[in-house]
């Protein structure tokens, strides 16, 4: 079992940054594939980045994909997200989400994932 933890949302302004933190409490996360989700209300959760358990492969939706950056470092245990060049439409409850194992998945459908954190609030105004 695995408990995730994100952190690190905040309000900014557009063009500014923030970084996420996705960490667990007692668990090892080296193991594990994790994804970044968003979510707006009523609208499903969307993809917006995944790193394999190596850090070797990421992945970005097109949305994202040059603004922001994930990252890992398994001797603390925990996941990064860089976000920068922030947009009003990145506004949104920010999730990871872990899955073992290495079958072939679609990384960016949610159903793929057996561990989620609470989220974490990112507001960038305009």
């Known amino acids: 079992q695995v408990q995730l933890v994100e952190s690190g949302g905040g309000l900014v302004q557009t063009g500014g940054s923030l970084r996420l933190s996705c960490t667990t409490s007692g668990s090892s996360l080296e193991r594990y594939r994790i994804a970044w989700f968003r979510q707006t209300p009523g609208k499903e959760r969307e993809g917006v980045s995944y790193?394999?358990?190596?850090?070797?492969?990421?992945y970005y939706s097109n949305s994202v994909r040059g603004r922001f950056t994930v990252s890992r470092d398994n001797t603390k245990n925990t996941v990064y997200l860089q976000m920068n060049d922030l947009k009003p439409e990145d506004t949104a409850v920010y999730y990871c989400?872990?899955?073992?194992?290495?079958?072939?998945?679609?990384?960016?459908?949610?159903?793929?994932?057996?561990?989620w954190g609470q989220g974490t609030q990112a507001t960038v105004s305009s």
């Open positions: 989400a872990a899955r073992m194992g290495n079958t072939v998945i679609s990384w960016a459908n949610y159903r793929n994932y057996d561990y």
């Open positions: 790193i394999s358990p190596s850090g070797g492969t990421t």
